[in-house]
């Protein structure tokens, strides 16, 4: 994994794939309510279990929602994620999407294994999967249907090295959040590939802050994260990001897991708000709900 402790510039696309607002379940919002509003460096990491739903906004308008299962036990972990347009976005974009990833932990650290997406844009269809040895080197990637290197540059295969996948990130920013609240020193770079575009995310973790989700407020670590391109990227892509990046915010819980509870995307286009609604049993029980 890529560390540096430099301060530069954020985040991927501005679809709702890329975030990855209703009153939270009772029962998260009281742990989290219980937690200091000043976040502890005596605070343990503990492990992040989950499934839950988000519901996505711009610019206050309901768009879709995103649903998140996050599992780990001693020695694996998973991440399932399934995105939709609602409303007009849906009729406009036909967009959603999956992407999951699996892997296993090591010496506190999250090891990549296998992530697959499948990302639906206005009647196309576009899959990617990364495979991991056990040391976390990628060994076999596809991209379906192929896109010509004229028309996005390839990324050699030595920048890949100890680059991670999207997904895998929910897990792997966690102890170098936590270790930066332990240590005083609160920015440090990830890198990671989602078989397209290589990017380095600069991280800057803030203080704990009163944030509101549904009708009441709760103490929120604020962390936020800077996007620079290093190679995949079309010209047209890296034009757009010269006019106006995207900054990513993430709002997390401060009980030692690093919950996200609120995504926040300033793009060109507005902002885009992620925000937990509620706890559910499984995926499709989640989707069910939304619909």
């Not at 975030?19 to 919002?29: D, T, V």
């Not at 605070?43 to 711009?58: E, P, R």
């Not at 993430?250 to 902002?271: H, I, Q």
Request: aromatic residues 8%; positive net charge; glycine residues 6%.
């Amino acid at each position: 994994m890529v560390i540096s402790h430099k301060n530069t510039r954020v985040w991927c696309g501005a679809s709702i794939a890329a975030l990855l607002c209703l009153a939270p379940s009772p029962a998260l919002l009281a742990q989290e309510t219980a937690s200091s509003a000043v976040l502890s460096s005596a605070t343990a990491l503990k492990d992040y279990n989950d499934t839950g739903v988000y519901d996505v906004t711009w610019n206050k308008l309901p768009v879709g929602f995103l649903v998140m299962d996050a599992h780990e036990d001693a020695g694996t972990y998973k991440v399932d994620v399934v995105t939709r347009a609602t409303g007009a976005l849906k009729l406009a974009t036909k967009h959603s999407s999956t992407m999951n990833a699996r892997g296993i932990k090591r010496n506190g650290g999250y090891t990549p294994q296998h992530f697959e997406t499948v990302f639906k844009l206005r009647g196309d269809t576009r899959t990617i999967t990364l495979d991991y040895d056990t040391s976390g080197n990628l060994v076999a990637e596809t991209n379906e249907p192929p896109e010509p290197e004229w028309k996005r540059p390839k990324v050699p295969l030595e920048l890949k090295v100890n680059a991670i996948d999207p997904m895998t990130l929910f897990y792997a920013h966690r102890p170098f959040i936590h270790k930066a609240i332990r240590s005083g020193n609160r920015e440090f770079t990830l890198r990671y590939y989602e078989g397209r575009r290589l990017t380095d995310l600069y991280y800057t973790v803030g203080e704990v802050e009163d944030v509101q989700i549904g009708k009441e407020k709760h103490p929120l670590l604020h962390v936020s994260v800077l996007r620079k391109p290093v190679a995949g990227y079309k010209e047209k892509e890296l034009k757009e990001m010269r006019e106006k990046d995207m900054k990513l915010q993430l709002f997390l819980t401060t009980d030692g897991r690093y919950m996200p509870l609120k995504f926040v995307v300033d793009a060109k286009m507005g902002a885009f708000y992620a925000t937990y609604k509620q706890s559910c049993p499984s995926v499709d029980a989640c989707v069910k709900a939304m619909k």
